[in-house]
């Protein structure tokens, strides 16, 4: 079994940043990609960033890119989410997951494992 925990979410005005963490603990491996989501109010869980086994690929959603930064420590089992210059519709609930595969997919359903989530707003 693996457990994925977030933290770092908060209340931040709009320019402000962020930096989210993902603990990954249990039956882990780092052989697989990791990614993270995002989930607003009346709104389909989207993908923001994902990052491939070896920490050499990343993706970006067009709306983050150049904003946000995906990274891995491996030897902390933990991924990050690095988000600068924030925008009020980035406010959304942050998911981490961890892929079946071993590049990063834009797909929620190629992702097995996933935290509890923590919330992030930007206020305008």
């Known amino acids: 079994q693996v457990q994925l925990v977030e933290s770092g979410g908060g209340l931040v005005q709009a320019g402000g940043s962020l930096r989210l963490s993902c603990a990954v603990s249990g039956r882990t491996s780092s052989r697989y990609a990791m990614g993270w989501f995002r989930q607003a109010p009346g709104k389909e869980r989207e993908f923001v960033a994902g990052?491939?086994?070896?920490?050499?690929?990343?993706d970006y959603a067009d709306s983050v890119k150049g904003r946000f930064t995906i990274s891995r420590d491996n030897a902390k089992n933990t991924v990050y989410l690095q988000m600068n210059s924030l925008k009020p519709e980035d406010t959304a609930v942050y998911y981490c997951a961890r892929s079946i595969h071993g590049q990063a997919s834009r797909r929620w359903d190629d992702y097995d494992y996933w935290g509890q989530g923590t919330q992030v707003t930007a206020s305008s």
């Open positions: 990052l491939s086994w070896n920490n050499i690929n990343t």
